[in-house]
């Protein structure tokens, strides 16, 4: 899927609140990492996950579904598998009326849950991480194109 780095851009400076499905509370997951990542850059990351529901993760209550975020949702970020995308979209569609984005992981794509949710005018990113882009689209990627935050001289 190919979308312009204008589109990636905007979508990232417009969401002020991410619902990240299937987020972690193990610091080594990458639905854990790319949470506090983002939660580090300003955005509000409600973490849903069924059974993490209760606990906290970066300032936030760990949510079971969709339907009990009590706050405007601006994106939901999908770290689930593709069979699992339909009925993530269609709770999202249902419940999350501010809704404008869903952004489904690398490696997540559904095609008919994209469309479904593009016809009713939400923006729909499958396979790309909004960390990834974040860091390639505002200048922090280094290092081979990782954010390590160690620069060497020797380069």
């Given at each position: 899927?190919?979308?312009?780095?204008?589109?990636?851009?905007?979508?990232?400076?417009?969401?002020?609140?991410?619902?990240?499905?299937?987020?972690?509370?193990?610091?080594?997951?990458?639905?854990?990492?790319?949470?506090?990542?983002?939660?580090?850059?300003?955005?509000?990351?409600?973490?849903?996950?069924?059974?993490?529901?209760?606990?906290?993760?970066?300032?936030?209550?760990?949510?079971?579904?969709?339907?009990?975020?009590?706050?405007?949702?601006?994106?939901?970020?999908?770290?689930?598998?593709?069979?699992?995308?339909?009925?993530?979209v269609d709770e999202a569609l249902e419940v999350l009326?501010?809704?404008?984005?869903?952004?489904?992981?690398?490696?997540?794509?559904?095609?008919?849950?994209?469309?479904?949710?593009?016809?009713?005018?939400?923006?729909?990113?499958?396979?790309?991480?909004?960390?990834?882009?974040?860091?390639?689209?505002?200048?922090?990627?280094?290092?081979?194109?990782?954010?390590t935050g160690i620069i060497s001289s020797k380069l």
């Open positions: 899927m190919q979308y312009s780095d204008e589109l990636l851009k905007d979508v990232l400076k417009r969401t002020k609140v991410i619902a990240v499905v299937g987020v972690s509370t193990n610091p080594v997951r990458p639905s854990y990492y790319v949470a506090r990542y983002l939660s580090l850059r300003g955005y509000r990351v409600i973490g849903v996950n069924p059974g993490a529901a209760g606990q906290m993760l970066f300032g936030q209550k760990i949510v079971a579904g969709l339907a009990e975020i009590d706050a405007p949702v601006d994106m939901v970020d999908i770290f689930r598998k593709p069979d699992a995308v339909p009925a993530i009326p501010e809704l404008r984005t869903i952004w489904m992981q690398i490696g997540v794509e559904h095609g008919p849950a994209a469309a479904k949710a593009e016809a009713r005018g939400i923006t729909v990113i499958q396979n790309r991480c909004p960390k990834i882009e974040y860091q390639r689209l505002f200048g922090e990627l280094r290092m081979g194109g990782f954010a």
